[in-house]
């Protein structure tokens, strides 16, 4: 019998979602890991309902007999934040993958917590789902409404927040929360949609969302551009933010990441001569290629115009997540500061890792629009908080966020009162004590607590970097994570 649980809760939990679906043991331990190896944990159980009906049994179960439930979707998360780090009771939800009928003349769809964001933007050849980001095969709607996922097109359609028409959700106590209507004016009291979308699993279990779609781009055209250094990058983007009416996305690297890529991922270099910095534009419409080539000017590029090119293009940035896994086990931090500070954060910010642990391998990359840099680091020195201290407190120094789009998750809950005063973290306290009185909902995560004391428990169970070996997947979203 799994260590916490007793044979007749187990036998309870069976009752509800059928003895198949749920998971302990080895079959359970898949679940305790996140995609990076840098979280890991253990948990009695994995419970996989495929309804609403069931999710809310399952949690009115939980929470009467105490026990707490870390909320899980295609766990792709980067924070921790999916991961039962202390024992909690996973509730998987990619069973709830029903994707509704396309409505055409509102632009919508209703999808299941467990639907990936792939399958939404496939679900109408006319239209397209607005959130892009790489792991898209494996991150689900539930997931991705619960991180407030943003990615790769937020600088024209804004992060999932913005797509959402309505939501369905259960409380902890087993309440079930449907308002799916899809009206775009809709003034009746308080948006707890909204408040939904990037409360991490903390406030309620996500079950549907309806989502609006957008129109699918024609005549598309992807380039990458080889740049001097991070000035010429942030200029370049700036340029076509203003003067490339069909923009969608604006992405950077640099050669630092191109690098392990082409030694361990087998990519080819996009441009005969290697650059400091790269910077990726797409935009569509007609008139994009023109637009594009006028910013650009006659700077070295890649151009791709047909699918097979662009996605050929877009390998390099999407796989930049994959980069620093190939070389250890990352401390991933996601960031984002306000435009004039951004060539700073993005140029000083390995210095300011080295300062605390000298050998460590720092690649940026990101989504450089929306001033947003994500600092993957390979430590040298043991991972025990430095180099979170080091770079959330610079970029905080900065009046930046220390989560751009991640959350904030088991990873950062100790660094929130940099980015949140003592005012609006009792706040925080008084919400999730209305949602979840009891407390059953991600525990550990964004912590309960009101004041600025945070547990000075270890905050993750991390591996030493020779223990862990990153799946060599090819595909984008792999989730696979292969423990040596
Ligand atoms: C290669 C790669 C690239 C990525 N690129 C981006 C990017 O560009 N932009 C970006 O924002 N993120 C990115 N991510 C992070 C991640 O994919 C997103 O955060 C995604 O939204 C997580 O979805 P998921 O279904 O995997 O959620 P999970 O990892 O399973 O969970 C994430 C959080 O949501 C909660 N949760 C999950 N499902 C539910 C639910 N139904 N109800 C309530 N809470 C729930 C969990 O408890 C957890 O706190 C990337 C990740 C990878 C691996």
Redesign the pocket.
């Known amino acids: 019998m799994p260590v916490g649980l007793s044979s007749t809760f187990l036998r309870a939990l069976d009752g509800i979602v059928g003895k198949g679906h749920v998971l302990t043991g080895d079959a359970a331990a898949g679940f305790a890991v996140?995609?990076t190896g840098f979280f890991r944990g253990e948990t009695p159980a994995v419970v996989r309902p495929r309804d609403t009906t069931e999710v809310a049994a399952v949690l009115a179960l939980c929470t009467e007999a105490g026990v707490a439930v870390?909320?899980?979707?295609?766990?792709?998360?980067?924070v921790g934040?999916?991961v039962p780090r202390h024992g909690e009771v996973v509730l998987s939800?990619t069973r709830l993958n029903h994707l509704g009928a396309v409505d055409r003349e509102a632009a919508q769809v209703t999808a299941g917590?467990g639907v990936t964001l792939r399958q939404v933007a496939a679900a109408d050849p006319g239209l397209d789902f607005a959130v892009l980001?790489?792991?898209r095969d494996?991150?689900?709607v539930?997931?991705?409404?619960?991180?407030n996922?943003?990615?790769?097109r937020v600088l024209r359609f804004g992060?999932?927040r913005a797509q959402l028409r309505g939501i369905e959700?259960v409380l902890a106590d087993g309440s079930v929360l449907s308002h799916l209507g899809g009206l775009v004016k809709d003034n009746t009291g308080y948006d707890y949609p909204s408040l939904l979308a990037g409360?991490?699993?903390t406030l309620?279990?996500?079950?549907a969302a309806r989502l609006r779609l957008v129109p699918r781009m024609r005549d598309a055209v992807t380039v990458i551009v080889g740049l001097g250094g991070l000035e010429e990058v942030h200029a370049l983007a700036h340029r076509a933010v203003g003067e490339v009416p069909g923009l969608v996305s604006a992405e950077y690297f640099t050669q630092g990441g191109l690098d392990i890529l082409v030694s361990h991922a087998g990519l080819m270099p996009p441009l005969p001569v290697p650059a400091p910095a790269y910077l990726l534009l797409e935009a569509f419409g007609p008139g994009a290629v023109e637009d594009l080539a006028a910013v650009i000017g006659d700077r070295e590029a890649a151009v791709g115009i047909s699918a097979a090119d662009r996605e050929r293009l877009w390998a390099y940035r999407e796989r930049h997540?994959?980069a620093a896994g190939f070389l250890g086990v990352p401390v991933k931090l996601d960031v984002s500061v306000p435009a004039s500070q951004w060539v700073r954060l993005a140029s000083e910010v390995t210095g300011v890792v080295a300062a605390v642990d000298p050998d460590a391998i720092v690649i940026g990359y990101g989504?450089v629009a929306d001033g947003n840099v994500q600092v993957n680091i390979v430590p040298a020195a043991p991972a025990d908080g430095r180099h979170e201290d080091a770079v959330l407190s610079f970029v905080a120094s900065l009046g930046g966020s220390i989560s751009a789009?991640?959350?904030i998750?088991a990873l950062k809950a100790r660094w929130l009162p940099l980015a949140r005063g003592e005012a609006e973290r009792a706040l925080f306290a008084r919400i999730r004590a209305a949602f979840d009185p009891a407390g059953t909902l991600?525990p550990h995560?964004l912590p309960r607590l009101p004041a600025a004391e945070y547990p000075a428990e270890p905050y993750v169970v991390g591996l030493e970097p020779d223990q862990v070996v990153l799946a060599d997947h090819g595909t984008?979203?792999d989730?696979a994570v292969r423990l040596a």
């Open positions: 996140d995609w870390v909320p899980q979707g295609g766990n792709t998360g980067l934040g999916g939800l917590a980001i790489a792991s494996s991150a689900t539930g997931g991705a409404v619960a991180t996922a943003g990615g790769l992060p999932m959700a409360s991490e699993g309620a279990v996500i079950t997540p994959e989504h789009e991640h959350g998750g991600n995560v984008r979203g989730q």
